[in-house]
């Protein structure tokens, strides 16, 4: 408090809490290989939630339905580093389920398909 009885921070400067705080010094998670675009879900018989930081009672709460790891993260405004994190806590605990996105056969260099593109870009 100032001594006008002001508080010194306001909602624009963000977090007070660093987000390594917030995963205790972590960057990885409970050996689960979390991409952005993996779906997370509470599932209907979940344990009883023990832990008491906040982000994960959130977590837990955002994903009672279907969300991507990148969707929680942008909803709780969390960086997807630590959302990744505590999201592999909670499904090593039992309170979350996933699935993993789709794996296409076609990667990043798959010439069919660049090959494709390159030739609706020269119909235009």
Known sequence: MTRHGHSWYDDDAGPLVRPYAVTRGR????????????????????????RTEPEYAAIVRV???????????????LPLAVTKILVGDLIGE???????????????????????????????
């Open 27 to 50: 960057t990885v998670g409970a050996g689960h290989d979390l991409d952005m675009l993996t779906l997370v879900v509470t599932p209907e018989a979940a344990p009883r939630l023990r």
């Open 63 to 77: 994903c009672r339905a279907p969300q991507s790891v990148a969707e929680v993260s942008a909803l709780l405004k």
């Open 94 to 124: 039992g309170h979350l389920t996933f699935r993993a996105p789709v794996d296409t056969d076609a990667g990043p260099g798959d010439l069919t398909i660049l090959r494709a593109v390159l030739a609706g870009i020269r119909k235009l």
